[in-house]
């Protein structure tokens, strides 16, 4: 049984974002840990059409592949997610996903009346993310979203690693830092999901 979901948010297989997710996946296995990994541009997953068609049950009524991939990440106590920045947020791939979860919002909010800011996190986050730019708030927008979609997995971010620019596929690979950084969060991702009651 897994007990990590890793979440590939980025449309290039082998662009910095997937190189430093893999590292931390390794780190992760290493340490332990059994890790589904999720590549989101290999499924089928609709935009949210925004016909409240989960206000009756929480269950979103687009059936594509979001409810298997919903489900193998509601299935493990730690989710690492990882996005390259694109117009100061997430990828439009990860975003589809997020919208999606709309229904578990609902679920949580409006059918189970769960008070905000009143509920107790079940899982742990790791984000990673990597944009071109080096501007300071490049990644503000992407966090305070990812704060908020965090939030209807009943999660708490444990930890980020936000590295600055970086932009063609490879560049990454020129520092080595980076990609020992990520594998030591992973690593440490699973000792700390493992750790956690």
């Known amino acids: 049984m897994y007990n990590i979901a890793a979440v590939y948010g980025s449309p290039r297989r082998q662009g910095n974002t997937a190189t430093l997710m893999k590292r931390a996946v390794d780190g992760a296995t290493d340490a332990g840990a059994v890790v589904d990994e999720i590549i989101l541009r290999d499924y089928n997953i609709s935009p949210c059409l925004e016909i409240y068609g989960c206000k009756k049950e929480g269950e979103c009524v687009i059936k594509d592949d979001f409810q298997a991939v919903r489900d193998r990440v ?61 501007g300071k708030k490049l990644f503000d927008g992407m966090l305070l979203t990812m704060k908020y979609f965090f939030d209807v997995f009943d999660m708490k971010m444990w930890d980020t690693l936000l590295i600055r620019g970086l932009d063609l596929a490879g560049d990454v690979l020129a520092h080595p830092e980076y990609m020992d950084e990520a594998y030591q969060k992973g690593r440490a991702f699973a000792e700390a999901v493992r750790g956690a009651k």
């Open 74 to 134: 509601l299935a493990c106590r730690g989710v690492m997610i990882a996005t390259p920045i694109f117009f100061y947020t997430v990828s439009a791939h990860l975003k589809m996903f997020m919208d999606r979860c709309q229904s578990l919002w609902i679920k949580k909010y409006w059918i189970d009346q769960t008070p905000f800011n009143q509920w107790t996190p079940v899982r742990k986050g790791l984000l990673i993310s990597v944009g071109a730019t080096k």
